[in-house]
């Protein structure tokens, strides 16, 4: 029996938390590849690695924070020196589309062919807000108090408080609320000169951002100027600027009917090739495969 697919309101999420634990890698050491039987959201505490989930492979490092839908074939790899150390939440979305219970040992099966459909959490499709998808990765930005509620739901989760699954639920849908309005609006500085670039970086989409410019006008050092920049927003300048032009990129394709070619050309990616590795880096699928997905979801949500 294939795994149900349920297309629901953001407001109508009712999550039920499974499992949650801190784990600390061994250096060297690997893990899967598996599958998840639950909606699974890792956040790396501290260390290094590499995540691969599905056909993509991430780095990982403190401060990023990993979505892996259920049924979605993933593997670990610790770094030599500094290996990884990852706060992991498994939880339903839909409160009750799985038998499996709080703490159950077996959420992820690393014999594929003992997986099994009927024991998986339904994945879910948002209809509102239409563009909304879970990213397979971010980086928390500094001062995300949404992350709070996270690591709390991992302390929290072996209280056998009756009050506990309504607790934890709490706190993992206060968790998910700051997530996704980060994912909406990205993370306001408190940097004024940080704010100043990335306001300039939203309104020049197309130009080419120069970190040695800024510097100067800045009366900064390059250096600075990346250090701040990174601890105000968790990306490099580079790294920013490029979520901002495939953030105009989503809407475009959501809303025109132009090509991915000339998409690219109206951003001022130097190719269509290098737009589409870099949408597909930061979406986990083509722009095609965007396009052809929220429409499908448009559709059915009418």
Not at 115 to 129: A, G, H, I, M
Not at 156 to 181: Q, Y
Not at 239 to 256: G, S
């Amino acid at each position: 029996m294939p795994m149900q697919i349920q297309h629901i309101a953001f407001h109508d999420i009712r999550s039920r938390v499974l499992g949650a634990d801190v784990y600390p890698f061994r250096p060297r050491a690997k893990i899967g590849p598996r599958l998840p039987y639950a909606h699974t959201f890792i956040y790396i505490k501290s260390g290094r690695g590499m995540l691969t989930i599905g056909q993509s492979e991430h780095r990982a490092e403190p401060h990023d924070l990993f979505y892996i839908e259920p049924g979605t074939v993933h593997s670990f790899a610790a770094d030599s020196q500094d290996p990884m150390v990852h706060a992991s939440v498994y939880v339903d979305l839909l409160w009750s589309t799985t038998p499996k219970l709080k703490g159950d040992k077996r959420l992820n099966e690393y014999r594929f062919e003992a997986y099994d459909p009927e024991l998986s959490v339904d994945k879910v499709r948002f209809t509102t807000p239409p563009t909304l998808v879970f990213p397979a990765k971010i980086v928390v930005p500094a001062q995300a108090e949404w992350l709070d509620a996270y690591l709390s739901v991992i302390r929290e989760f072996e209280s056998v408080e009756a009050t506990a699954p309504i607790r934890l639920r709490s706190l993992f849908e206060a968790f998910l609320t700051g997530f996704v309005h980060f994912l909406a609006h990205p993370f306001e500085p408190n940097d004024p000169r940080i704010r100043t670039i990335i306001t300039w970086m939203q309104t020049h989409l197309t130009d080419v951002f120069r970190p040695a410019e800024w510097a100067a006008t800045l009366n900064l050092s390059e250096a600075y100027v990346y250090e701040l920049f990174r601890k105000e927003t968790g990306d490099s300048p580079q790294q920013y600027f490029m979520r901002c032009r495939l953030e105009q990129a989503k809407t475009e394709l959501r809303e025109t009917n132009l090509s991915v070619t000339h998409i690219a050309e109206k951003l001022g990616f130097a190719s269509v090739h290098y737009f589409s590795r870099q949408f597909s880096a930061h979406m986990d699928e083509s722009p095609n495969q965007y396009r052809r997905r929220i429409r499908e979801t448009s559709y059915t949500a009418t």
